[in-house]
Nanobody
Framework: QVQLVESGGGLVQAGGSLRLSCATS????????MGWFRQAPGKEREFVAA????????YYADSVKGRFTISRDNAKNTLYLQMNSLKPEDTAVYYC???????????????????WGQGTQVTVSS
């Protein structure tokens, strides 16, 4: 059974940093896209960042470009999201996602991904 488990969320002041982790089990995704999405209260889920495959191209939402970095550690089967210079508008539940088939919608679309974690809350205070 495939599982994605996020951790690393919490409360941080504006300007601070957090690193989210997404541990995967049940299969490997080294050759497949993985990404991060977020959902703020009362808003739709939105794309944050994605990596085409391990070491492949990366994609970022304009709102986080230059502040967030997506990466993977294949030895640990873990996806990361390093978040710097956090802003109150970054407050949301953050979800990691994995593409299980290698084709489909664009990397910034939720439909691309077959597996999702349960989410981790990030709260940025002003």
């Amino acid at each position: 059974q495939v599982q994605l488990v996020e951790s690393g969320g919490g409360l941080v002041q504006a300007g601070g940093s957090l690193r989210l982790s997404c541990a995967t089990s049940g299969r490997t995704f080294n050759s497949y896209a993985m990404g991060w999405f977020r959902q703020a209260p009362g808003k739709e889920r939105e794309f944050v960042a994605a990596e085409q495959w391990t070491g492949g191209s990366t994609y970022y939402a304009d709102s986080v470009k230059g502040r967030f970095t997506i990466s993977r550690d294949n030895a640990k089967n873990t996806l990361y999201l390093q978040m710097n210079s956090l802003k109150p508008e970054d407050t949301a539940v953050y979800y990691c996602a994995a593409d299980g088939k290698g084709y489909g919608a664009s990397y910034n679309e939720a439909q691309r991904y077959d597996y999702w974690g349960q989410g981790t809350q990030v709260t940025v205070s002003s």
